[in-house]
């Protein structure tokens, strides 16, 4: 089994609705991040969070939330979707300062 | 702020040859890389890292570069596979605003050709 998954893989929307993006993680960390890809951009964060009581904004976090339900669970929601938030959704764990560890991606479609 | 930037966005190489992808950054302060790869549906997977208290760090089939002196880093690959074609990204440790986190790099795609 896969330790850090995301749900769903795929989802399109519509302009103006709310969307909840989840992780789980199986590895044990501390810390969680979510980023968006964008074709011929580097991976950027939009929140992370280095424990259960530890919220943080990224450099892109507007129009963005999160929520950490859990040491294990980390989701991301855009409370009212637009058409520039398409683009390609990853959740990542660590347990220290260096590597992390990336879900599979979210891809999201918002039209 | 930081930026990390790459030189060349694909890299087209023969099967068996070496391959070189290269990363530019733009803080001297920045002490830690990293080189991910990212196949195709997949999330990027972690390669091999370095520390600025290093030029050259190896791995299996794999090797970074550092030059601390004009900001680069590169990663080559010996005897280049057909499951080696990804996308190659360099990332390296903050040192503004967001923690102890991470830049990215854009990526180089490399196809392996038979």
């Known amino acids: 089994d896969a330790d850090v998954t995301q749900t769903p893989r795929n989802r399109i929307t519509k302009t103006g609705k709310r969307i909840m993006l989840e992780c789980s993680q199986t590895k044990g960390h501390d810390r969680m991040y979510w980023y968006r890809q964008d074709p011929g951009l580097g991976l950027r964060l939009i929140y992370y969070?280095?424990?259960?009581?530890?919220?943080n904004k990224g450099e892109i976090s507007d129009g963005y939330s999160v929520s950490r339900q859990a040491q294990a669970k980390f989701s991301l929601s855009l409370e009212s979707a637009i058409p520039n938030q398409t683009a390609l959704y990853f959740c990542?764990?660590?347990?220290?300062?260096?590597?992390?560890?990336f879900g599979p991606g979210t891809r999201l479609t918002v039209t | 702020g930081e930026s990390v930037g790459l030189h060349l966005p694909t890299l087209s190489v023969q099967e068996g040859d070496n391959s070189i992808i290269n990363c530019a950054y733009s803080n001297s302060a920045s002490d830690y890389f990293i080189w991910y790869k990212q196949e195709s549906g997949k999330g990027p997977q972690f390669i091999i890292d370095?520390?600025?208290?290093?030029d050259k760090r190896q791995g299996q089939r794999v090797t970074v570069l550092l030059n601390k002196t004009v900001k680069h880093l590169s990663l080559q690959i010996a005897a280049t596979q057909p499951g080696d074609s990804a996308v190659y990204f360099c990332a390296v440790k903050r040192r503004d605003n967001y923690g102890q986190n991470f830049v990215f790099g854009p990526g180089t795609r490399l196809s392996v050709l038979p």
């Open positions: 969070s280095f424990d259960v009581k530890d919220i």
């Open positions: 370095i520390r600025s208290n290093m």
């Open positions: 990542a764990t660590s347990d220290s300062d260096r590597e992390q560890y």
